[in-house]
């Protein structure tokens, strides 16, 4: 069921996107955990019941939140003031997604080689993102004052 569209306040906004943010360093450590874990299970150092299967099917149930997640932030209608920023937030949450989604896919190649590459290429993206993400928040207290 969607839930209507929020208008907010330019500080309302800003104390949404905090709260946004809070939730998003979640998902952050979340796929730095997954990351981690698949190489320590690729290099025979994973714990005994780890495996890159298990870990795929945990890695899309977090992707089920994810999505949830951005939903919320699309649903935010921002003050006329935070438009170009608001735009460009999505844009940087979509490519961080489009990377979770390709990290999880990436634990379903055969190859342990690509799939580490693939892996290590989707983390690089997730952190360039995540750092563009960090930026942009910065920025709104210049908009803000």
């Not at 999505?90 to 693939?118: C, G, P, W």
């Amino acid at each position: 069921m969607l839930q209507p569209t929020i208008q907010l306040s330019a500080q309302a906004y800003v104390i949404q996107w905090n709260r946004f943010l809070e939730r998003f360093i979640v998902f952050e450590t979340v796929f730095s955990e997954y990351s981690q874990t698949s190489k320590n299970i690729m290099r025979g150092k994973g714990l005994v019941d780890e495996n890159l299967q298990l870990l795929n099917h945990y890695s899309r149930q977090n992707l089920t939140v994810l999505d949830q997640f951005v939903d919320q932030i699309a649903r935010i209608q921002q003050p006329t003031e935070f438009v170009a920023l608001h735009e460009q937030l999505q844009m940087v949450i979509k490519h961080y997604v489009t990377a979770a989604k390709d990290f999880v896919n990436a634990m379903r190649l055969t190859e342990e080689s690509e799939v580490e590459q693939q892996l290590n290429q989707c983390r690089t993206i997730q952190k360039q993102q995540r750092l563009k993400l960090n930026q942009l928040l910065n920025s709104i207290g210049a908009l803000n004052s």
